[in-house]
């Protein structure tokens, strides 16, 4: 009996040592501290993150403006090829020579035709008043 009694009392130390080499553990949403106002803070809440909140808004109209612009002024194999060689729509990039292949044309034939398509994206973006 004094044998099931010691295995159940090691068991409980056990426990309590695990328990204590996870006391100097840190949890991004325990409460750290309060504000000037007494709300509770998290250490989440008080990390800066690095993002740059201007910058990503700004990034998001200027990707939604250049999916706007490849809609309305390429044709379907400008597009096709801005597509295949800048990874768009969740496409992966590949090189002018693997397009080609892809497309069944030139490399050159997909150069001159990527070149075309940047330069009217570039000419509607520049005459966009809103940029």
């Given at each position: 009996m004094c044998s099931q009694i010691q295995c159940v009392?090691?068991?409980?130390l056990?426990?309590?040592?695990?328990?204590?080499?996870?006391?100097?553990?840190l949890h991004m949403n325990e409460p750290a501290m309060t504000d000037k106002d007494g709300n509770t803070l998290t250490l989440m809440d008080t990390l800066e993150d690095g993002t740059n909140l201007e910058e990503q808004v700004e990034y998001s109209i200027h990707s939604k403006q250049l999916y706007d612009f490849l809609k309305q002024c390429?044709?379907?194999?400008?597009l096709e090829i801005l597509i295949h060689r800048y990874g768009l729509y969740h496409h992966i990039p590949l090189t002018q020579k693997e397009v080609a292949k892809k497309l069944d044309i030139s490399r050159?034939?997909?150069?001159?035709?990527?070149?075309?398509?940047?330069?009217?994206?570039?000419?509607?973006?520049?005459s966009t008043p809103f940029k």
């Open positions: 009392a090691n068991e409980i056990m426990h309590f040592r695990a328990q204590k080499k996870h006391l100097t553990d390429l044709d379907a194999r400008e050159s034939y997909v150069s001159r035709l990527e070149k075309k398509a940047l330069k009217k994206l570039r000419a509607k973006y520049d």
